[in-house]
């Protein structure tokens, strides 16, 4: 977990006034290393026991998850399915609703699936457009009434369309030629539809509508009352035709639409009520940072456009009044869809009673929240992609995938297996006599440009296992084999604040840990979850496991700082005389090939302005702003290889906000006071760049993009 951190010298290591340059800095066991042909027989260190941990193959933390999923119903596969419930008074079959305009019935305990209603042919298929939810009414059984939500041909791009079904057989088959229209809304675009439809406990029939879709919403839909876009609906389908408004909805009286429950909502997916308090609770699709659930109350405002989860959006502040504040919020880290679930009201898992559940489309976590409290973690290896819960009559709870399956929760298997030490000393990835230095059998490296990270200083040194070689991407990534470990130890002042282990398990994927260190800097402990601490009168954040991924993904090649432009450099040997780095890692034998690359040029060094300003982005920001980044709807390339004109920054405007600019750009030649580039490395909050685990501006470093924005003449 090595989040973007800036270069300074170890203040352990050298004292200010001996500081080596940037291109001379080199840790005792790189120097020591680097003369020899192979690495350091663990012997030489001291105290070196034989059998302790060696920082190889270290395992996943034993799972800690009280949930798991439980495929059931294996000959049920049917794909696109969007909903799952159950009529009232009929525990023994579930119905599932599909968006392609399928609805299919089979019993709890499996069997043939029978269609009991095809509207395909009355859709407008899209993306996130389709038949989108369905839900019985409550005197089912003696009515025989079915309300649905679809996307149907009409206005500028589509409408959704609020339906009334009849079935004359119980359910067996509900008939498509007894369609009532109830409500029908013309769509602007083709996204953010919501389509969640329920009965509360007073009767009334609620569904949920999007803001009208495109990003931001453009034509402030959310929070205007005189549309059903971006709000929560209430409406009484037995007392009029073809419905009612309920007396006490906020603006049965007037003031905006009657039909309006709740407001300041961008895309509420899926809702549902908790049977025993009748709480009524929303997962809301956030745009590119928050994904939230809320409390649903009448009348009540959810901020958006002006909020997204606990931020201001696209603003450092933003008038807050009368705003509901989400019940639980989390960031996208790259792609995400909040997928809300229902309170849990079974007997078969007591440790969660009483919990909210949710998880994410394309995450696989499962939440659970009650009012008043922080959300836990019940699950970390659930499903990806999950679309919703299904309630069965019995209070248990079951999830739906979009590929097909049905899955039951149920209690979690009790952990196996060796976990990860609790003590930094534990895992073998420092020395013994010397808990903030390398082991022997560690590999140190230096960086040219380091990565801002509060202005901390750090240590770093790699681990691999005996026999393996690092191999190099053809864009100069370095890819490390399983089993190997990175471990950076971050400094203020003199002080160890925290180390990080962004390990490569042995099944290939990469993970990251955080250990945080006591005030005498003699160990660290392993962190469960992210937090904040004020340490020496200064906030310092330890980033989330989650978080990690964040900036390590995979289309920047996980690891960030180990990629040849980084890396090729002079480092002073063991005689002080230098040695190239590369050369003496391929004689290492970690590298079986010397890689090329142009060398990043460091922000103080004598390089021209333009490479050390596109050096910095590239260090601070590519991670994210390049292709397949998780850099949500801010398509930049700020790689550095990549040419300004191909960069798509240069007097573009922004598609993630202007932070108030007037004619922003997001590179305005000659004038960064115009540039959203510039504004964002200054500013707080949630519009600040880099995103995660930073709360002190890199004032240098905002000053040499300033410098190179006010030195270009025009685009290419």
């Known amino acids: 977990m090595l989040a973007p951190t800036r270069m300074l010298t170890p203040a352990r290591m050298l004292t200010p006034a001996r500081m080596l340059a940037p291109a001379r800095m080199l840790t005792r066991a790189l120097m020591l290393a680097l003369v020899v042909a192979t690495p350091l ?137 007894s369609e009532e229209v109830l409500l029908e809304l013309e769509q602007p675009y083709s996204n953010h539809n919501g389509g969640d439809l329920a009965f509360g406990p007073d009767g009334y029939l609620y569904f949920g509508f999007g803001d009208g879709g495109s990003s931001g919403d453009p034509q402030g839909n959310a929070q205007n009352p005189d549309t059903l876009l971006g709000k929560l609906i209430r409406i009484d389908v037995d007392g009029g035709a073809p419905y009612a408004i309920p007396a006490d909805n906020p603006f049965a009286a007037g003031g905006g639409r009657p039909e309006i429950f709740a407001l300041g909502l961008r895309n509420p997916w899926r809702f549902s009520f908790d049977r025993e308090t009748g709480a009524l609770w929303a997962g809301d699709v956030g745009q590119n940072l928050w994904e939230e659930v809320n409390l649903i109350e009448r009348g009540e405002n959810y901020g958006w456009n002006i909020k997204e989860g606990p931020d201001c959006f696209e603003a450092d502040t933003c008038d807050e009044t009368d705003m509901v504040p989400p019940v639980a919020y989390y960031r996208n880290i790259s792609s995400a869809s909040v997928i809300a679930g229902h309170v849990y009201r079974g007997a078969q898992l007591p440790a969660i009673a009483g919990l909210f559940i949710y998880t994410d489309f394309y995450r696989g976590t499962i939440w659970g929240v009650e009012p008043g409290s922080e959300p836990v973690v019940l699950a970390d290896a659930g499903a990806r992609g999950l679309v919703g819960f299904g309630e ?48 022997a059998h560690a590999i140190a490296y230096d960086l040219n440009l380091d990565f801002w990270s509060d202005g901390a200083s750090k240590r770093r040194w790699m681990v691999v296992p005996d026999g393996e070689s690092i191999t190099v991407d053809p864009d100069g990534d370095w890819q490390l084999p399983a089993g190997s470990a990175l471990v950076k130890t971050f400094y203020r002042d003199e002080r160890p604040l925290e180390t990080r282990l962004f390990v490569r398990h042995d099944d290939g994927a990469w993970a990251g840990y955080t250990y945080a260190w006591d005030a005498g800097g003699a160990e660290a402990t392993l962190l469960g979850a992210g937090e904040t601490r004020t340490i020496d009168g200064e906030p310092w954040i330890f980033p989330d496991r989650s ?47 010397r890689p090329t690359a142009e060398p990043l040029p460091a922000t103080d060094s004598d390089a021209p302005l333009a490479d050390r300003a596109r050096a910095y982005l590239h260090v601070n920001c590519s991670s994210c702003h390049r292709a397949d980044g998780p850099a949500g709807r801010a398509r930049m390339d700020l790689r550095v290889g990549t040419p300004l004109a191909d960069t798509a920054v240069c007097d573009q405007s922004p598609r993630a906000g202007d932070l108030g600019l007037i004619d922003a750009r997001l590179v305005r030649p000659g004038d960064p006071a115009s540039s959203v580039l510039s504004a964002r490395m200054r500013s707080a909050g949630s519009t600040r760049m880099p995103a995660l685990a930073s709360t002190t501006i890199d004032g240098e470093g905002a000053a040499l993009i300033d410098a190179w924005i006010s030195a270009l003449s025009g685009c290419p």
């Open 392 to 439: 069965a009559a019995d209070g248990e709870l079951y999830a739906l995938d979009y590929q097909g399956g049905i899955y039951h929760l149920r209690a979690a298997s009790p952990p196996e297996g060796p976990g990860l030490p609790d003590l930094l000393s534990g895992t073998g990835c420092v020395a013994v006599a010397d808990p903030q230095g390398p082991p």
């Open 547 to 593: 978080d990690c991924l964040y900036c390590h993904s995979e289309a920047a090649g996980f690891s960030l700082g180990l990629e040849t432009a980084q890396l090729l450099r002079n480092v002073p040997g063991a005689d002080g005389r230098p040695i190239d780095q590369l050369d003496a890692l391929v004689e290492l034998g970690l590298l079986r090939a």
């Open 41 to 177: 027989a663990c012997g030489d260190e001291p105290g070196f026991d034989p059998a302790a941990p060696r920082c190889l193959h270290l395992p996943r933390p034993p799972s800690r998850d009280v949930l798991q999923l439980e495929r059931v119903l294996p000959d049920i596969a049917i794909e696109g399915g969007v909903a799952l419930l159950q009529a009232p008074d009929d525990a023994t079959r579930w119905y599932l609703v599909t968006q392609p305009g399928v609805v299919h019935r089979f019993g709890v305990e499996g069997g043939a699936a029978e269609v009991v209603l095809d509207i395909s042919a009355r859709l407008a298929l899209a993306a996130e457009a389709g038949l989108l939810g369905m839900a019985f009414h409550p005197d089912f059984a003696s009515n025989g009434e079915v309300f649905v939500s679809y996307t149907a041909p009409g206005g500028k791009v589509f409408a959704s369309r609020i339906s009334r079904f009849r079935s004359s057989d119980g359910g067996r088959t509900i008939d498509p030629a």
